[in-house]
C-alpha cells in the first residue's frame, strides 16, 4: 500500500487525507496543533466557545460543485443544520449601526438615507451585488469587468460620508479587491454562504471523523513537538531542519499553500521537489 503524510490538518490538509484514504493510500495527517481544524479551531472559556472563523460558509446551496464536495466530505448533510443569518455584517460607527443586511433593498435604503449624496455609489453597489447573485453570466462577467480594477479602498474614497466609507471597508480591508466584498455579499444573498450549526469547531471536527472513518491516521501534537518545514524557493525547494524536529523521510514532497500574490509556488506550479 503506498504511503503518504499530509503536514496540517486545516480543511486542505484533512481534504487531502481523505481523499487520498480513499483512494487506498495509507495516509497519516500531522499536526503541530493540539487538536484538528487549522483556521478552523476555537477556544472555550468560562462556558462559551469563541469561534473567530467560520461567519458563513461558502457552497451551503444545495446543487453547486462546492455544496457537492462539502456532502462528499461530510461537512455538509442530512443532520447539518444550517442558520440563515439576517445580515452579512454590521458596524457601530459614531454611536450608529450600518447593517449590511440580507435584504439588499433594505441595506441599500438605510445607507442611502445615512448619506444621500453618497446614495448613487450605494445603488451602484448593491445593484452589481444583486447582478452577481442573481444575474445572467453575461451581467456578472460585466459586473467583474467593472469593478475588477476597484479596489475596497478606492470605493471607500469615493464616498463622502466618512461613517459610510469606514462602513466599506470594515469588513475587508482597504487593500483588498472591491470584487471580493461583492463576491461575499452575493453568494450571501444567493443563500450559498449560510452558517453550518456548529460553526468551526462543528465543521473541523466532521472533516477529522471523516478521515478516521475512511482509514486515515490524524497524529496532532504534543505527539509531534516541531516538524521539519519545507521552504520553497524561487526555483527550487528543500527542507529545513528544525531544532528538535522529527526528519521524516520521504521519496517525494508536493508543497501546496494557500496561493498568495507573488508566491513563487503559484508562479510555477508544475515544479515539484524530489528527494
Ligand atoms: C479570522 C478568519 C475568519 C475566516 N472566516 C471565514 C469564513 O467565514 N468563511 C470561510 O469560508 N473561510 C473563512 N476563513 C478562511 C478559512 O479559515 C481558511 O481558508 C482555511 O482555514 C484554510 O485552510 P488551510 O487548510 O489551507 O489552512 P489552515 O486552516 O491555516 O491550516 C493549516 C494547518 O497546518 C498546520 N501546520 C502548518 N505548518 C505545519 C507544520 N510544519 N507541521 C505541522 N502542522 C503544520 C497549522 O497548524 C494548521 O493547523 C477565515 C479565516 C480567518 C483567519
Redesign the pocket.
Do not use: V
Given at each position: 500500500m503506498k504511503k503518504a503524510v499530509v503536514?496540517?490538518?486545516?480543511?486542505?490538509?484533512?481534504?487531502a487525507g481523505i481523499r487520498l484514504s480513499e483512494g487506498g493510500w495509507d495516509v497519516t495527517v500531522?499536526?503541530?496543533?493540539a487538536g484538528?481544524?487549522?483556521?478552523?479551531?476555537s477556544w472555550t472559556r468560562q462556558g462559551h466557545t469563541i469561534d473567530?472563523?467560520?461567519?458563513?460558509?461558502?457552497g451551503t446551496r444545495d446543487g453547486t460543485r462546492l455544496n457537492r464536495l462539502w456532502r462528499s466530505l461530510g461537512v455538509l448533510g442530512d443532520g447539518v443544520g444550517l442558520v440563515r443569518q439576517p445580515f452579512f455584517y454590521r458596524s457601530y460607527l459614531s454611536g450608529e449601526t450600518l447593517t449590511m443586511w440580507r435584504d439588499p433593498e433594505r441595506a441599500e435604503s438605510e445607507l442611502s438615507e445615512k448619506s444621500p449624496r453618497d446614495a448613487r455609489a450605494v445603488r451602484r453597489f448593491f445593484r452589481d451585488a444583486k447582478a452577481l447573485a442573481y444575474g445572467s453570466p453575461f451581467a456578472r462577467a460585466a459586473v467583474v469587468a467593472r469593478w475588477f480594477p476597484v479596489s475596497v479602498g478606492d470605493f471607500a474614497d469615493s464616498l463622502s460620508d466618512p461613517d459610510l466609507a469606514t462602513f466599506f471597508s470594515d469588513y475587508l480591508g482597504r487593500e483588498y479587491a472591491s470584487l471580493g466584498l461583492l463576491f461575499a455579499y452575493s453568494a450571501f444573498l444567493s443563500g450559498d454562504?449560510d452558517l453550518p450549526v456548529g460553526g468551526?469547531p462543528g465543521v473541523a471536527e466532521r472533516l477529522a471523523g471523516k478521515l478516521v472513518s475512511s482509514g486515515g491516521k490524524l497524529i496532532c501534537?504534543p505527539a509531534?513537538p516541531?516538524?521539519?518545514?519545507p521552504v520553497c524557493f524561487r526555483r527550487n525547494w528543500r527542507l529545513r531542519r528544525l531544532p528538535g524536529s522529527t526528519a521524516i523521510p520521504a521519496r517525494r514532497i508536493s508543497p501546496r499553500?494557500?496561493p498568495r500574490s507573488r508566491s513563487p509556488i503559484r508562479s510555477r506550479p508544475g515544479r515539484r521537489g524530489r528527494r
Open positions: 503536514i496540517g490538518a486545516g480543511p486542505a490538509g484533512l481534504t500531522l499536526e503541530q496543533q484538528p481544524g487549522g483556521n478552523l479551531r473567530n472563523c467560520l461567519h458563513w460558509l461558502n454562504a468551526s501534537s509531534i516541531t516538524l521539519p518545514f499553500f494557500t
